[in-house]
């Protein structure tokens, strides 16, 4: 079964720092990856998704995440935060083969920014 | 506006009882997928809903069950409550067409509370 590695449970950042939120998964073969965002008070919304190609891919409001195969991981930056950024921040692997629908959920990582 | 839209929004239930939860999709989509998000994890796959059959389903046990009706929308059934069912329960929909890289879309999510 897959899992999905998330390294921060709670990030605190003051504004216009970098952010980059670890994420790796545990499956071996070819997967869809995704970061799911939730504002507060908010529904869980799609931030970025790599399915092939190029591993850099970027996602709304100034996002991107990077690819790195040998080392299963999916790591989320941002070069400046802002106060408005503030949500949990949720990373999720899906099996690309044939039959499968599941997409697995790392535990999440609160981020806060302070103004 | 999620697009796709859940009800209830809380729930309250006794052990043993049964709950049914709803759940309209995004307009345009024909998938339905529900997951359960205990306090403090990630979201957790219980089953999806393509052509009014359940395709694909985690690792939830048979007290859980569901159903998708002709125009899409979806219930969770939920039977002999158990106070660690207590959750948010999270509606998503998608577009078959694209599978495995379709984006969930997500609802609010319904709170349940076994007491």
């Known amino acids: 079964a897959q899992s999905v590695s998330q390294h921060n449970h709670h990030v605190i950042l003051s504004e216009a720092a970098s952010l980059e939120l670890g994420c790796n998964y545990s499956?071996?073969?070819?997967?869809?990856l995704f970061w799911y965002v939730q504002y507060p008070g908010q529904h869980l919304q799609l931030l970025l998704k790599?399915?092939?190609?190029?591993?850099l891919v970027k996602g709304i409001k100034g996002f991107e995440a990077e690819f790195i195969k040998s080392k299963f991981s999916f790591n989320l930056r941002k070069p400046s935060v802002q106060w408005s950024d503030t949500a949990e921040y949720f990373c999720?692997?899906?099996?690309?083969?044939?039959?499968?629908?599941?997409?697995?959920f790392g535990k999440g990582t609160k981020l806060s920014v302070i103004p | 506006d999620a697009g796709v839209t859940q009800s209830p929004t809380h729930l309250i239930k006794t052990r043993g009882q049964q709950v049914t939860l709803r759940c309209s999709p995004k307009?345009?989509?024909?998938?339905v997928s529900w997951y359960q998000q205990a306090l403090g994890q990630g979201p957790q796959f219980i089953f999806q809903?393509?052509?009014?059959?359940?395709?694909q389903r985690g690792n939830f046990p048979d007290r859980f069950s569901g159903h998708q009706f002709p125009n899409y929308s979806s219930e969770l059934n939920v039977n002999a409550l158990l106070l660690g069912d207590s959750a948010l329960y999270l509606c998503?929909?998608?577009?078959?067409?694209?599978?495995?890289?379709?984006?969930?879309?997500f609802g609010n999510g319904t709170r349940l509370t076994v007491t």
């Open positions: 998503a929909s998608s577009l078959s067409l694209t599978q495995g890289g379709s984006p969930l879309h």
């Open positions: 499956y071996g073969g070819t997967v869809n």
């Open positions: 790599y399915f092939s190609g190029d591993p």
């Open positions: 999720a692997v899906m099996d690309s083969g044939a039959g499968s629908y599941q997409l697995t």
């Open positions: 307009s345009g989509h024909d998938t």
């Open positions: 809903y393509y052509e009014e059959e359940e395709r």
